[in-house]
């Protein structure tokens, strides 16, 4: 079943939201070589705790973060921990929030230090690209596949890795959210004629839009920690994830500060008004 939100509980998605963007900013400042996972981890719990909200990723099926800390070629899900974060490193740093039981999750990949290879950077603008090219795929009207077509083809249309092809992760994707951090429809950040259109999108729907791209294969496997999930070759991988309102007005990205503002209007998409006004 899909759930449909009223305002106001998309409004307190929204507040949720804002605590993800508001943690993931401090994580994200924090990640400087020489720092553990488990310190940024501290960083975004003191932000959530700070603002009277809960994390969703503690205790989730058992995992012991606040946030994931997935590092080079780690693509999902790392367990933040003693790792120390080198020079030359890249982290996506996954963190969600809950809010009178609503829910927020977001991700982003950050550059430790410098010096970081050209197609690196190249990686992560594709993936964080991709991701906006979904967004503005979620209007009235429009079906799930037209977001995991625009992910899809904004990748495909990117100039070539050295390796000579990304590869879109097949094993995870995107999620509905709201009351649950996970809850249906299952969204591919690729097109699979074999499922169809996918369920229209309707006002009130709340989406994870999440692409996970790597420098090689998609195909990935979990560590013996039976969580951290890495690419079958070794190359490295880069996630960015909002989570996304549909409105009568447009879409709305409630865990962005702007609400997609920016991003959106270069892809000549104006957002929603702002739920909490």
């Not at 083809?153 to 990117?158: A, E, K, L, S």
Request: aromatic share 6%.
């Amino acid at each position: 079943m899909v759930e449909i939100k009223t305002p106001e509980q998309i409004a307190k998605m929204r507040e949720a939201g804002l605590i993800v963007a508001e943690a993931l900013k401090a994580a994200s400042e924090a990640a400087v070589p020489g720092v553990t996972t488990g310190e940024l981890d501290a960083v975004a719990k003191k932000v959530i705790e700070g603002h009277g909200a809960k994390s969703n990723f503690l205790g989730y099926h058992g995992f012991t973060g606040v946030i994931c800390a997935s590092v080079n070629e780690e693509v999902v899900h790392g367990i933040p921990g003693d790792r120390v974060l080198n020079d030359g490193d890249i982290i996506s740093i996954d963190c969600g929030a809950i809010v009178d039981g609503w829910h927020g999750d977001a991700a982003v990949t950050v550059f430790v230090g410098g010096g970081h290879a050209p197609e690196l950077h190249a990686l992560s603008a594709t993936t964080e690209g991709s991701m906006w090219a979904g967004i503005a795929q979620v209007k009235k009207g429009n079906r799930l596949s037209d977001i995991s077509r625009g992910i899809e083809t904004f990748i495909r249309r990117q100039p070539l890795p050295p390796r000579g092809k990304y590869g879109i992760v097949e094993d995870y994707g995107g999620h509905g959210i709201g009351s649950a951090m996970h809850m249906d429809p299952h969204l591919l950040n690729y097109v699979d004629r074999r499922r169809g259109r996918g369920m229209k999108l309707v006002p009130g729907f709340c989406i994870a839009i999440e692409p996970m791209i790597t420098l090689g294969t998609p195909k990935t496997h979990v560590l013996e920690d039976e969580w951290t999930v890495v690419s079958n070759d070794g190359t490295w991988s880069s996630h960015w994830e909002h989570s996304v309102a549909v409105t009568e007005e447009g879409p709305f990205v409630l865990t962005a500060f702007d609400g997609g503002k920016a991003k959106l209007a270069e892809l000549g998409v104006t957002v929603a008004p702002d739920p909490l006004g």
